[in-house]
Nanobody, 121 residues
């Protein structure tokens, strides 16, 4: 069982930056691929970024590529999402997720409670 706790959300003006963190419990963090998703009101949950267990491979959709960067610190059991050049359409609840093995755009097993990100125009 992996428990995930997100932090770092908040309110920011368009063009600003935020860094989200997701802390995981347990001693096997380095065996899990991690992902970030977001869900805006009335919309389906959307994959934002994923990272392999070692951190050597990452992936993200075109909608955030070049603006969002996922990284991890296995010594701290933490994954990060650095978000730059934020836009109002980035407003959503952001969720951290974990899956055993290689990273993917889906099939994550464990989920955090989410953190709200609001970008004003």
């Amino acid at each position: 069982q992996v428990q995930l706790t997100e932090s770092g959300g908040g309110y920011v003006q368009a063009g600003g930056s935020l860094r989200l963190s997701c802390a995981a419990n347990g001693r096997t963090f380095s065996t899990y691929a991690m992902g970030w998703y977001r869900q805006a009101p009335g919309k389906e949950r959307e994959f934002v970024a994923g990272i392999s267990p070692s951190g050597g491979t990452t992936g993200s959709p075109d909608s955030v590529k070049g603006r969002f960067t996922i990284s991890r610190d296995n010594a701290k059991n933490t994954v990060y999402l650095q978000m730059n050049s934020l836009k109002p359409e980035d407003t959503a609840v952001y969720y951290c997720a974990a899956r055993y093995g290689s990273w993917s755009m889906n099939d994550y097993t464990y989920w955090g409670q989410g953190t709200q990100v609001t970008v004003s125009s």
